[in-house]
């Protein structure tokens, strides 16, 4: 089992940048998939970005894709997300998650097994 924390939201002016992290507590957050997702309110929750338990594949949500990049340090137990050119849309509480299955789409958030409590990011235009 592992526990994930989110830290790093806050209000930001389109065109900046942040960065979130997500640190992991357990001695198995290397063997873990790991996905940041977001959810606007009145919306669905959806795909942002996924690495795997290496960090030598990425994948990126076509919203997000050019601006965001993930990244982790199994070392540290944490994964992060670094958000540039931000935009209002972007505005969303943002979560971790680790996907311990390895069945199942990387891009459902039903896939995944531990959620984060997760950060708020808001971008004001």
């Known amino acids: 089992q592992v526990q994930l924390v989110e830290s790093g939201g806050g209000l930001v002016q389109a065109g900046g940048s942040l960065r979130l992290s997500c640190a992991a507590s357990g001695r198995t957050f290397s063997s873990y998939d790991m996905g940041w997702f977001r959810q606007a309110p009145g919306k669905e929750r959806e795909f942002v970005a996924y690495?795997?338990?290496?960090?030598?594949?990425?994948t990126y949500a076509d919203s997000v894709k050019g601006r965001f990049t993930i990244s982790r340090d199994n070392a540290k137990n944490t994964v992060y997300l670094q958000m540039n050119s931000l935009k209002p849309e972007d505005t969303a509480v943002y979560y971790c998650?680790?996907?311990?299955?390895?069945?199942?789409?990387?891009?459902?958030?039903?896939?995944?097994?531990?959620w984060g409590q997760g950060t708020q990011v808001t971008v004001s235009s």
């Open positions: 690495i795997n338990w290496s960090g030598g594949i990425t």
């Open positions: 998650a680790a996907k311990a299955r390895p069945r199942g789409s990387i891009y459902q958030w039903r896939s995944y097994d531990y």
